[in-house]
C-alpha cells in the first residue's frame, strides 16, 4: 500500500527504500565532505609558526592538538600573563594556549602553576623541574646584528638567561677587525636552554631580536648518526680505535708534540750567519 | 464539536488564524492575552537567566577578579574544586586515542551523568552560547515572515557527529574544535575572538536566510552528541492538555524541533502525552505560547492527562 502511495507520488517508480538509501547516501556524503573538509583545513593549519611557543611540559605537537580542549585553565594559572588562548586568524590552533617569546616570555616559575592546572595532560605533569622544560631553543639567529658580533659588549641576553653560564655562556674569540680586541660572543647550548625566550624578550634591538626562540626542531639539525666522533669513541673505548699514528714532523714545529701547532712563545733563536734560514719565515722578501 | 467551531476558536494573530486570513503570524498572543506577558514567557526568561548567568560566572573572574568558575565550557574548575569537563571533547579526545588526566574524566562523568539524568539537549536550550544566536535567527525570520530557503535532513548532525570521531581518530587531534561554533563562542566571550565573530555571524546568517533552525536542528554534531544522550531524561514536556487544543499551531512555530510535538500532541504513534524523543532540548516555549496550556514541563512518569 504504501509502496503505491510513494509510486503515485514521485511519479519515477521508485520504491520508498531505494529512495530512503538515496537520502542517506546524500546526508552521509555531505556529512563526510563536510568532515573532511574540516580534517584537511585542521592539517594545513596545524603548522604551528615559529614565533610561537607552547607552554612548559607541553606533548608534541601533534599529540598536543589531540589532548588539549581548549579550556583555557593553563592561562589562568599563569601568573604572568604571558600564555594566552589562540584566537581564530592568529596562525594558531584556535583556542590552543601559547605565547610570543619576543613579546612576553615565560618566567619559568619554580611550581610550573600552567602545567599543574591541565585537566588533560596536553602539558605532561611529568615535568616536575622547570629546567627541563623544552619549550623552544634559543638561537643566535643574526649575527650582523647582534652588538655583540660587533665587538660591543651588550651581554644582555646572557645576563637575563636564567639559566646563565649554562644555557648561554660568553664565549671569547679574537675581533678579526679591530685585530686587538676579543668578541664575547653568546652562545646557547641545547643541553640546558628552556626556550623560556627572556633572551628574546630582552634583546636591545629596536624591532626583531637577534637572538630568537625556535621551536627545537627548527633550531636544531638532525645528528648525523653516521659520522662517529672520535673524541667521544676514543673516550669512550679508553683509546684510539686505530692506534698510535705514525708523527710526521712539520717543518719549523719540530720541538713541539705532534698536533701542537701553537706558535712559540719564545722567538727562534737568530741563525747562524750564512747559514741557510730555517723555519716557517725563510726571510724572503719580495 | 465541529471543525468550524474550532477554526471560530482559532485565535486571529496564531499561525493558523493568520494563515486563514493572509497576514502574518504573531504566535503566543493569545497566551499573552489570556495569562499576561510575564507568564507567557517564564520558561524563555527562565533560560536566558541560565544561558546568560552561566556566562556571567565566566565572565566574572577575567571581567571584575572574582574567580568562582575558571576555564569555559570545554572544561572548567569551579571554586577551585569542582571539575567540570564537555564529554563530546572527552569523546573527541578518546577517538584521538589520548587518554586525559582523571581531573578531565572526573570533570566529564560528572556533566555527563547529569544530562543523562535530567536530559541530553538541557545543554542546548538552558546553556549553549549559540542557542541566543540561533533563537535571535528563528524570531527575526519569524517577524519579517521569511519562508523558504533548504534546511538539510536533520539526520545529518548524527553522521556529521560520526564524521567528526572518524577525522579525531584519522588526524590524532580534535579537529573539529577548529571550526566549533560553540566552543568558539564561548571561548570568544570569555578569552577574545579574533575572527571567530565571522563564524558566529555565518551562522545566524545562516539561520535567518538560508536554513530556519538549520545549525541546532539539522548541522550540529554537538547537539547530536546531547541528543544521544537523551534517551532516559527524566525531564520531559507533556502535551497533558491536549483535549484543549485549538490547532492554532503556535507551538510548531517556536519549537526548534517542530517534528517531535506531534506524536504527543496528536497521539501519532504513541498513546501518552510525554514528548519522549530524543530531539527535543526541554525548552519550554512550547509551554509559553500555547495559549490554551496544553503543554507542561515534568518528568518522564508523568503520563496524566489534564
Known sequence: MTDVMDKAK?????????????????????????????????????????????????????????????????????????????????????????????????????????????????????????????????????????????????????????VIDRAITLERVHNPRSDRHAMLLPTVHSE?????????????????????????????????EHYRRGWEEKEAAGGSLIGDQIELPVRGMEDQPYGDTRLRTQPAPAPAPGAPPTGLDSGWKP | MTADDRVGRVPATSVRGAALRGVLARP???????????????????RRVSQLGILALFLLGPWLGIWIVKGNLSSSLTLGVLPLTDPFLLAQSFAAGVVPYKEALLGGGIVLAFYLVFGGRLFCAWVCPINLVTDAAAWLRR?????????????????????????????????????????????????????????????FLYDLLIASRGWCGHVCPMGAFYALLGRTALLRVSAGG???????????????????IRPALKAAGQTHPLILDRDCTTCGRCVDVCGQDVFRITTRFDRSES
Not at chain 1, 640546558?192 to 637572538?211: Q, R, S, Y
Not at chain 1, 630568537?212 to 645528528?223: D, M, N, T, Y
Open chain 2, 242 to 260: 491536549r483535549g484543549k487544543c485549538n490547532d492554532c499551531m503556535d507551538c510548531f512555530a517556536v519549537c526548534p524541533e517542530p517534528q517531535v
Open chain 2, 143 to 203: 517577524r519579517l515572515g521569511l519562508k523558504g530557503g533548504k534546511a538539510p535532513d536533520a539526520r545529518l548532525r548524527y553522521w556529521l557527529l560520526a564524521c567528526v570521531l572518524a577525522v579525531a581518530a584519522l588526524t590524532g587531534s580534535l579537529a573539529w574544535e577548529w571550526v566549533n561554533p560553540v566552543s568558539m563562542l564561548h571561548r570568544g566571550l570569555i578569552f577574545g575572538f579574533g575572527l571567530a565573530w565571522g563564524v558566529v555571524g555565518g551562522i
Open chain 1, 10 to 162: 514521485d511519479g519515477k517508480g521508485a520504491p520508498a527504500r531505494r529512495r530512503f538509501l538515496k537520502e542517506v547516501a546524500g546526508v552521509a556524503g555531505g556529512a563526510c565532505l563536510l568532515a573532511a573538509g574540516v580534517g584537511l583545513y585542521s592539517r594545513q593549519a596545524a603548522a604551528l609558526p615559529a614565533t610561537a611557543l607552547r607552554p612548559p611540559g607541553a606533548l608534541a605537537e601533534s599529540d598536543f592538538l589531540g589532548a588539549c580542549v581548549r579550556c583555557g585553565l593553563c592561562v589562568r594559572d599563569c601568573p604572568y600573563d604571558t600564555l594566552k588562548l589562540a584566537e581564530l586568524g592568529d596562525g594558531v590552533v584556535t583556542g590552543t594556549p601559547y605565547f610570543e617569546a619576543r613579546k612576553v616570555a615565560c618566567e619559568m616559575c619554580d611550581d610550573i602553576p600552567c602545567v599543574l592546572a591541565c585537566p588533560t595532560g596536553a602539558l605532561d605533569r611529568g615535568l616536575t623541574d622547570i629546567e627541563h622544560a623544552r619549550m623552544g631553543l634559543a638561537v643566535l639567529i643574526d649575527q650582523e646584528t647582534c652588538l655583540n658580533f660587533l665587538g660591543l659588549r651588550c651581554d644582555v641576553c646572557y645576563r637575563v638567561c636564567p
Open chain 2, 28 to 46: 503566543g498572543q493569545e497566551a499573552v492575552r489570556n495569562r499576561g506577558w510575564l507568564a507567557a514567557h517564564k520558561w524563555l526568561l527562565l
Open chain 1, 192 to 224: 640546558h636552554c628552556t626556550g623560556c625566550g627572556k633572551c628574546e624578550a630582552a634583546c636591545v634591538l629596536p624591532g626583531e631580536a637577534a637572538i630568537k626562540v625556535l621551536p627545537v626542531r627548527l633550531a636544531q639539525g638532525s645528528r648525523a
